[in-house]
């Protein structure tokens, strides 16, 4: 089993910045995916950015060039820096790992381990 838990979340002005950053504990060489999610009230989760295990990167459209992500697999961490936040970022974050030998797709995550999420707010 692995346990992920994340934290940085809080409320911030639009055009601000935060850190997220996700733990992870237990048997972590089960994922060699890794990603975040977002869900807002009433809206689906959506995937936000992943790593892939060469550490190549993918983001949304929606955040690309303003969100970052990174691993550091000494610490077993995962993190992401969200700058120039809108108001449309707000949103519940949420830190996944997950298996795939076929490009780390969004849907194999929902079959892996997920941390308990941490809330953004971005007001104008």
């Known amino acids: 089993q692995v346990q992920l838990v994340e934290s940085g979340g809080g409320s911030v002005q639009a055009g601000g910045s935060l850190r997220l950053s996700c733990a992870a504990s237990?048997?972590?060489?089960?994922?060699?995916?890794m990603g975040w999610f977002r869900q807002a009230p009433g809206k689906e989760r959506e995937g936000v950015a992943r790593i892939y295990p060469d550490a190549r990167t993918l983001y949304a459209d929606s955040v690309k060039g303003r969100f970052t992500i990174s691993k550091d697999s000494v610490k077993h961490s995962l993190y992401l820096q969200m700058n120039s936040l809108k108001p449309e970022d707000t949103a519940m974050y949420y830190c996944?790992?997950?298996?795939?030998?076929?490009?780390?797709?969004?849907?194999?995550?929902?079959?892996?381990?997920w941390g308990q999420g941490t809330q953004v707010t971005v007001s104008s």
């Open positions: 237990g048997n972590t060489y089960s994922s060699n995916c």
């Open positions: 996944a790992g997950w298996i795939s030998y076929g490009g780390c797709p969004w849907s194999a995550a929902y079959s892996g381990h």
